[in-house]
Structures are given as structure tokens and as C-alpha cells.
């Protein structure tokens, strides 16, 4: 191709933002996804994580402002709850509806913290919610137990995925690092209802 780098990663951002939003895809399969579509190979300069963040902030201002405010805050309501189900491993919103960029399609990542990493696993248990064990990758790159749950959002009408990715309990302060731009990357229940209340992305 003889697109520019620069242009080359914008277009691959732009593509791969799409399936984030249509489709709920996670920035890594997106890009996959798109990189397929468009005949790359795997040294193409792929978009990073603020790239596509921008890009899918951009896919949503066109083509769906009139509908992603009312889902983002859905979500993050339905978030509240379970971080309010799960005060006791200081849950920490992350992800998509944290960041403001989530619609319909995205799902919800809730940060556990607790020094015994079955201990959510138990609760979870006590109180008959059924879930799937799993793992998920860590914001160090390290693999972190993850269990996952179908929520029912009444407000949308659908089912959506709850992950709760464990982490041991000194893993709180790594977890609030500020980000490349310098935001908090996650925040507990405080954090979420004074985004609510405020009506911000």
C-alpha cells in the first residue's frame, strides 16, 4: 500500500473502532479483525491504545451521539450494582464504561481486590450467581483470574457480560496509576456515582 504510516495506522484504527462499537470486540481482536480486512501483514504500524480510544471516540460522535450517552449510562448504573454486591473486594470500574466510550454492545470490567483470590469466587457462589471461570490479562501483562457473569440490563432490554478480574490485594495501587493522558484508568463506586451525577463521559 502506499499509504503513509501515519495514514495506514489512522485507517487501521478507524476500521478496527468500528467493530468495537457494532460489534463489542476488544481493541486487540479489532484490530486483528481489521487488519485482515484490509490485507495487512503483522508489520503494519497497528494504532495503540490511545489511537483507538480516539478513533472509536470519533466512530461514535458520527454515528451514533444520539444513542451512546443513554447506553453508556445504563451500563454504568447496571456497574453500580454489582460494585455495590461486591463492596467487600473494593471493586474498581475499568474498561469501556469507565472511560465513557461504551455502547449496547460493550461489556463491563470490574477490578476485585482481596487477599484470598477465591474469596469472590465464594461469594459469588454464596449468593447463586452463575459464572464462568476464566483469565483475562492483567493491565502488567500478567494473567489474572476472571469470572464472568450474564446481567440482565432492563433498561436495555438485553443481557450483558459482567467480568470480574481478581487481583490480590496490593495490586490497588498499580491498579490507579495515572494513565498516558493522565487520567485514573479506574475508578471505585465514588468515582462511578459522581460520573453519574455529573452526566459526563
Not at 480486512?37 to 451521539?65: N, T
Not at 444520539?66 to 451500563?75: C, F
Not at 490507579?176 to 456515582?193: F, M, Q, T, V, Y
Request: hydrophobic fraction near 40%.
Amino acid at each position: 500500500m502506499d499509504a503513509h504510516p501515519s495514514d495506514l495506522t489512522r485507517e487501521i484504527a478507524a476500521v478496527a473502532a468500528r467493530y468495537v462499537v457494532e460489534d463489542g470486540m476488544e481493541y486487540g481482536p479489532a484490530k486483528r479483525q481489521a487488519g485482515h480486512q484490509l490485507g495487512l501483514s503483522a508489520k503494519a504500524p497497528w494504532p495503540d491504545h490511545l489511537a483507538m480510544e480516539a478513533a472509536v471516540r470519533e466512530y461514535i460522535a458520527v454515528f451514533c451521539p444520539d444513542t451512546q450517552a443513554a447506553e453508556l449510562q445504563a451500563l454504568r448504573e447496571q456497574a453500580l450494582v454489582w460494585m455495590d454486591r461486591l463492596q467487600d473486594f473494593q471493586p474498581h470500574l475499568g474498561g469501556a464504561v469507565w472511560h465513557g466510550i461504551a455502547t449496547r454492545h460493550s461489556d463491563i470490567h470490574l477490578h476485585l481486590f482481596c487477599d484470598d483470590p477465591k474469596a469472590a469466587e465464594l461469594s459469588l457462589l454464596d449468593h447463586r450467581v452463575d459464572y464462568q471461570p476464566g483469565t483475562a490479562t492483567g493491565w502488567r501483562g500478567e494473567p489474572v483470574d476472571a469470572l464472568t457473569l450474564r446481567s440482565r440490563n432492563n433498561t436495555l432490554g438485553q443481557w450483558v457480560l459482567v467480568h470480574l478480574l481478581v487481583h490480590d490485594h496490593d495490586g490497588l495501587r498499580g491498579a490507579l496509576k495515572p494513565d498516558a493522558l493522565g487520567r485514573k484508568p479506574r475508578g471505585d463506586a465514588k468515582a462511578l456515582r459522581a460520573l453519574l451525577a455529573a452526566g459526563t463521559h
